[in-house]
């Protein structure tokens, strides 16, 4: 195609593989590499409490570096994992990695958060998953309640009862669970009532649309999920917050915490302990200040 032959080697590989078969197959190979050869890493985005504005939590986000195609989003390479199995032992690593992460925040003296970690439906279905979890969370000697895990809706209701079991287990202990991607899985409302969880995080998608002056049909959803979730007692976060018209309908809501590029962008672990370093010393945050009381 019109694709010019730079002179750096990406532009050379990604024409060769040009083929989206062949890329496909090439990172999905690659994974293996990826994980013994340190090519993965963790970014954290910052989760803040809404009456406060304080960090209080953080998502850890993988990503990979690859030598060849650069830097690869997730949204592509996760899926790849997951048909491979490579999804299982790269979720261990990302568990150990957020765990001891979290952990060396603390041994530097500042404040306690939660680590959010991901997990997909091969790794919910691996074999011992909840021994496993809570080995890696005792082994860095965290409280229970510093994991927060994501799971989304889907593979949620894929299979109810397992689940149940499986959480039930982690959530005995104390570890939390989040619904990921809240409102967007096309499920019955039913499994709310079925499976322990702790978290609704509220899909972008909701959020995308609050800000504006029309509270219209959108607007009436997120408030509609907010106000479930409480009535369930779980607690609410929003994702994606981008706009401080879209975080003042979120206080009004009494939403109970955001992430997303107003407060935060996914950051490398040294600047999230810089954020909290900073909270710690008291200094005023960096995030818009919330909305006077009602
Ligand atoms: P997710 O768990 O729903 O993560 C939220 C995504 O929204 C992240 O994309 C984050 O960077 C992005 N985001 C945060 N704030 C904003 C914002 O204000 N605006 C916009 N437009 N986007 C925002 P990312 O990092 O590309 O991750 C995509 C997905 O990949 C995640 O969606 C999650 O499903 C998956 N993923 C990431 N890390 C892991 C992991 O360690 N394990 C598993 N199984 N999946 C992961
Ligand atoms: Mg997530
Ligand atoms: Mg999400
Ligand atoms: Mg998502």
């Not at 803040?48 to 850890?60: F, H, K, P, S, Y």
């Amino acid at each position: 195609g019109a694709r010019t032959w730079g002179e750096n080697s990406v532009q050379v590989y990604s024409s060769a593989a040009s083929e989206p078969k062949s890329e496909r197959l090439a990172l999905k190979n690659g994974l293996r590499d990826a994980l013994t050869r340190g090519q993965l890493f963790l970014e954290y985005q910052p989760q803040v409490d809404l009456a406060t504005r304080r960090i209080v939590g953080v998502e850890a986000l993988l990503r990979w570096q690859h030598p060849v195609y650069g830097r690869i989003d997730p949204g592509r390479f996760i899926p790849l994992a997951e048909e491979s199995g490579m999804i299982v032992p790269i979720g261990d690593w990302v568990l150990r990695t957020a765990c001891a992460q979290n952990r060396a925040w603390r041994d530097a003296g500042l404040p306690a958060v939660k680590t959010a970690v991901n997990l997909s439906a091969r790794q919910l279905r691996a074999p011992g998953m909840a021994a496993r979890v809570m080995e890696i969370v005792g082994a860095t000697g965290l409280p229970w309640g510093c994991l927060d895990l994501e799971i989304t809706e889907g593979v949620l209701i894929e299979d109810l009862d397992a689940n149940r079991k499986v959480l039930g287990e982690l959530r005995a202990a104390g570890v939390l669970v989040s619904i990921d991607d809240f409102g967007t899985g096309y499920s019955s409302l039913n499994y709310l009532s079925e499976l322990p969880v702790d978290i609704l995080k509220m899909d972008g998608l909701f959020v995308r649309r609050l800000g504006s002056s029309l509270r219209t049909r959108p607007y009436a959803i997120a408030e509609t999920i907010v106000a479930m979730a409480h009535r369930l007692e779980l607690k609410v976060i929003a994702e994606c917050v981008e706009t401080t018209e879209q975080l003042a309908d979120l206080d009004f809501m009494r939403c109970n915490e955001a992430q997303g590029y107003l407060f935060h962008r996914p950051l490398p672990a040294e600047s999230v302990g810089a954020l909290l370093a900073r909270q710690a010393a008291g200094a005023a945050g960096s995030a818009p200040s919330p909305a006077p009381a009602l």
